[in-house]
């Protein structure tokens, strides 16, 4: 056998799961065997470390992927929270998305298998990744820097989730797991609205005839979850997963996969809430807020890639989530005119399902050796409802001590209602056609097409100003005392909706449509064998269309506006280089051109309110230009390592911020508040194996940090020149909303293995979050801040030869404060809260 075939056979050989065919022949005459012909036949493990720096390390773009294996030693189980373990990435606090190198969430963009998914909240453009189970995928990737096949909307990252392709013997593991918040210790009662079940599956409608009669079927008040027959509520959780090889026919093989999984979270919070002005003005301050949360997700889901052959495959994927969000909170303080007497108590009950379809198919084909295609076409379906969420804003009485009585404001004191509806089509086609060894081209068409319908319908319940004051209540968590249908039937009560006394129930809405056709191309030349350049552009065609209904007119320079359409036309070029100093060092550069448009929802003039903060979206709004640059260089001492050093930098023209508008009462929107911002910073990245010991064993460090400073333009002409709102910025510069100045990782890990096949993984893991500004300050009310956040987990997970798992847990050791600061006069603080220590323990028995 030649020299050149027994290395590759070797590479080969020590790649995962693999099989090596060889037919010999006896040379009779020498008396010797010789190998004719050497198949292998198999696939390395895209999840494992090593194979993830070698992607890396060969790629010509700019890529980091976080892997499954990497994943499951940290005893992460959500993609939301591996995301944070790669470099420049938070996840906001008070919320359920991800910033990257500063950016919000409206700058990042969250794909599957290089296709958009869908958001599980109007609020926001990306999905809520921590409903993402990391035992559904072989890694997550990261693509900060931007390359035509991507899509043109996103600036700080595209989060893309590979779903896992499962080859090998068939396979069944069964996994339970349980966890308990320490912080739920605190409370006797762990307290819920009426209504919801325990999986989340029973969602209350609206009662008919909702503004004639009381009609209501729950309970305005709060229940204990547990009720005297169980103390502690205890997170659980259950799972199982399936895989299987078939062979068909002589070349083909079908790969499958499933997974159904359930798993709910308890989560009992006391801390502070305000909403402030400037000066020493206080619109509210709730000294004591209790928020008891229960969330659940049920998740199915099956992957089938079918190999026709070594040249064509096909893959279906559909993956069903649904999930539920129910938090019961209780505010008790100052509110501005109504209880300025600090004996203020408001109750909020909210109850969030999502059901989330994902499906796709796709397939890659080769014809020949230098000409290919990969297609995928998704359909992604999404509906999300707040069914039956309570407010009610009750008063201490001064005058009968111990008292309360419900305020007579309406709206005050209501149930709300709102559905959601996404129906999106969308796929990818990419031709890829090899001239030489030195010539590669690929070209290609995306399209998205987006179908949103929202509504939100509210009752106000409010008590008659010609009847005696309400009744009074010893206990603020009896609401049925007040409002039910006797009290109805004697008229002490009305209830109306934001359209006044109506007979019907007429619904606040918005409908909107997002049609995006993109058309791409790149090369791939290759100057010499250490010198590579790829060059590319993509133009994409974006509509947006939004009509509204709410109860309040809308105007543009004077004439009533329903609806608005905006089109636009981007040209988005992008360079990536690499040359390689030598075999273990590569140096990249790369430059391009990406935007990011506004949100259905933030162009939506509809207002939605909670306790201590209001939104109002703006449809005036105008698309952000981003403008990259990143330079890297990187070293891999050994596989599986890496060491890394980037600079970057991003120029954004009409930036997006959140901020406070001029208004009688203290409103949140977006705006395009100036013509420019900017962040440029420097990244670190280690992978290194410390000490290695024994069969295999390893003490081992991966550390990342991201070092930032940005500034944005804050133009009050500008503002009030484009827009119905006003505002007047404090300042004609700031620090870019949502940008933190610094993020760091620090993981240290023991594997140590058994000669009996029996393997152990220690690993502890800190995160540094530093400060960053939550909202801009108008009228000299000063900047809300984000204070830094320190963090540090610990896992411990056993791997039994006889096909037992078995993991312990430690979660948000430290416990730090979640604490923001409105820099006004006394420094108000806005939220204050602590996440809680959390135990856990998980088992997995594969069969």
């Known amino acids: 056998m030649k020299a050149k075939t027994i290395s590759i056979s070797a590479l080969f050989l020590c790649m995962s799961t693999t099989t090596l065919l060889a037919q010999s022949t006896q040379d009779t005459l020498k008396g010797e065997k010789k190998i004719d012909e050497v198949k292998i036949i198999g696939n390395t493990k895209k999840s494992s470390e090593s194979n993830i720096i070698q992607v890396q390390k060969k790629s010509v773009e700019v890529i980091e992927r976080v892997g499954a294996a990497q994943l499951s030693k940290q005893g992460v189980g959500d993609v939301a929270t591996a995301v944070t373990k790669a470099t420049g990435t938070v996840k906001q606090e008070g919320g359920n998305t991800i910033s990257v190198r500063g950016l919000l969430d409206r700058y990042n963009a969250t794909t599957m298998n290089g296709l958009p998914i869908p958001s599980d909240d109007p609020e926001n453009k990306n999905i809520d990744l921590s409903l993402l189970k990391t035992d559904i995928i072989d890694y997550i990737s990261l693509e900060k820097v931007f390359?035509?096949?991507?899509?043109?909307?996103?600036?700080?990252?595209?989060?893309?989730?590979?779903?896992?392709?499962?080859?090998?013997?068939?396979?069944?593991?069964?996994?339970?797991?349980?966890?308990?918040?320490?912080?739920?210790?605190?409370?006797?009662?762990?307290?819920?609205?009426?209504g919801p079940n325990f999986f989340g599956t029973k969602v209350q409608k609206i009662p008919a005839n909702a503004l004639s009669?009381?009609?209501?079927?729950?309970?305005?008040?709060?229940?204990?979850?547990?009720?005297?027959?169980?103390?502690?509520?205890?997170?659980?959780?259950?799972?199982?997963?399936?895989?299987?090889?078939?062979?068909?026919?002589?070349?083909?093989?079908?790969?499958t996969f499933a997974y159904v999984g359930f798993n709910n979270d308890f989560t009992y919070r006391e801390g502070s809430e305000g909403q402030f002005g400037g000066q020493e003005t206080i619109y509210k301050s709730f000294d004591k807020v209790q928020k008891y949360a229960y969330k659940t997700n049920t998740t199915g889901l099956l992957n089938?890639?079918?190999?026709?052959?070594?040249?064509?495959?096909?893959?279906?994927?559909?993956?069903?989530?649904?999930?539920?969000?129910?938090?019961?909170?209780?505010?008790?303080?100052?509110?501005?005119?109504?209880?300025?007497?600090?004996?203020?108590?408001?109750?909020?009950?909210?109850?969030?399902?999502?059901?989330?379809?994902?499906?796709q198919l796709g397939g890659d084909h080769k014809f020949g050796e230098k000409f290919s295609i990969n297609w995928i076409a998704g359909y992604n379906y999404l509906n999300s409802?707040?069914?039956?969420?309570?407010?009610?804003?009750?008063?201490?009485?001064?005058?009968?001590?111990?008292t309360y009585s419900a305020t007579r404001e309406s709206g005050l004191n209501n149930r709300y209602y709102d559905n959601?509806?996404?129906?999106?089509?969308?796929?990818?086609?990419?031709?890829?056609?090899?001239?030489?060894?030195?010539?590669?081209?690929?070209?290609?068409?995306?399209?998205?097409?987006?179908?949103?319908?929202?509504?939100?319908?509210?009752?106000?319940?409010?008590?008659?100003n010609d009847v005696a004051?309400?009744?009074?209540?010893?206990?603020?968590?009896?609401?049925?005392?007040?409002?039910?249908?006797?009290?109805?039937?004697?008229?002490?009560?009305?209830?109306?909706?934001?359209?006044?006394?109506?007979?019907?129930?007429?619904?606040?809405?918005?409908?909107?449509?997002?049609?995006?056709?993109?058309?791409?191309?790149?090369?791939?030349?290759?100057?010499?064998?250490?010198?590579?350049?790829?060059?590319?552009a993509r133009y994409d065609r974006v509509r947006q269309y939004i009509e509204w209904q709410i109860q309040f007119p809308t105007y543009f320079k004077g004439v009533e506006i329903y609806n608005i359409e905006k089109n636009y036309n981007k040209f988005l070029p992008a360079v990536n280089i690499k040359y390689s100093i030598n075999d273990r060092q590569n140096l990249r550069l790369a430059a391009s051109r990406t935007y990011t448009l506004p949100q259905l929802k933030e162009m939506a003039p509809y207002i939605y309110i909670d306790v201590t903060e209001t939104t109002q979206g703006n449809p005036f709004l105008r698309p952000s230009d981003n403008n990259n640059l990143d330079l890297k260089w990187e070293y891999f001492p050994r596989s599986g390592e890496v060491i890394s050093f980037t600079g970057f930098g991003k120029y954004?023209?009409?930036?997006?911020s959140k901020t406070y508008i001029n208004s009688s009462d203290p409103y949140f929107s977006y705006l395009n508040a100036g013509d420019w911002a900017y962040v440029y910073g420097i990244e670190a990245e280690v992978r290194k194996d410390l000490f290695s010991f024994g069969s295999g064993s390893k003490l081992y460090t991966f550390i990342n940090a991201t070092y930032m400073d940005s500034k944005a333009e804050l133009d009050t002409e500008k503002v009030n020149r484009e827009n119905e709102y006003s505002v007047n910025f404090d300042v004609k510069e700031d620090k870019l909303q949502g940008a933190t100045d610094f993020v760091a990782n620090a993981n240290l890990g023991l594997n140590h293995k058994w000669n009996s096949g029996n393997e152990l993984d220690l690993v502890a893991s800190y995160s540094y979050v530093g400060s960053y500004i939550y909202s801009i300050s108008t009228n000299s009310i000063g900047n809300i801040v984000q204070k830094p956040i320190n963090m540090l987990d610990f896992t411990a997970k056993f791997r039994f030869q006889n096909n037992i798992d078995f993991g312990i847990s430690l979660k948000n050791l430290l416990n730090p404060e979640i604490r923001r600061v409105q820099e006004n006069d006394i420094n108000s603080e806005t939220y204050n809260f602590k996440r809680g220590q959390v135990i856990g323990v998980n088992v997995g028995y594969k069969f």
């Open 147 to 194: 390359n035509p096949r991507l899509m043109g909307d996103f600036g700080g990252a595209n989060i893309n989730i590979v779903s896992k392709e499962y080859s090998g013997k068939g396979f069944i593991t069964l996994g339970m797991d349980s966890g308990y918040n320490l912080q739920n210790s605190k409370t006797d009662k762990f307290l819920l609205q009426d």
């Open 213 to 255: 009669a009381y009609n209501y079927k729950t309970s305005w008040n709060f229940k204990d979850a547990f009720g005297p027959s169980m103390t502690m509520p205890i997170n659980t959780g259950m799972n199982l997963q399936a895989g299987k090889s078939f062979r068909i026919g002589e070349q083909g093989r079908l790969n």
């Open 304 to 359: 089938l890639f079918y190999k026709i052959n070594t040249n064509h495959q096909l893959k279906w994927i559909t993956n069903y989530i649904h999930s539920t969000d129910q938090e019961a909170k209780i505010y008790e303080g100052y509110i501005r005119d109504y209880a300025e007497n600090k004996g203020g108590y408001v109750r909020r009950a909210d109850y969030k399902v999502t059901n989330t379809l994902i499906n």
């Open 385 to 402: 409802q707040r069914p039956d969420r309570i407010t009610n804003t009750l008063v201490r009485n001064d005058d009968v001590e111990g």
């Open 420 to 464: 959601l509806d996404d129906k999106e089509y969308t796929g990818n086609i990419t031709f890829n056609y090899n001239l030489n060894e030195k010539f590669k081209i690929a070209a290609g068409y995306q399209g998205r097409f987006k179908k949103r319908t929202f509504f939100s319908k509210q009752t106000d319940f409010k008590w008659d």
């Open 469 to 536: 004051s309400p009744i009074k209540i010893t206990d603020p968590n009896n609401v049925d005392a007040i409002f039910n249908s006797y009290n109805y039937a004697k008229g002490f009560f009305r209830i109306t909706s934001n359209f006044g006394d109506a007979g019907v129930l007429q619904p606040i809405l918005y409908n909107g449509d997002q049609d995006i056709n993109s058309g791409f191309a790149n090369v791939d030349y290759k100057l010499s064998d250490k010198f590579l350049i790829q060059l590319g």
């Open 652 to 656: 954004i023209q009409n930036p997006i």
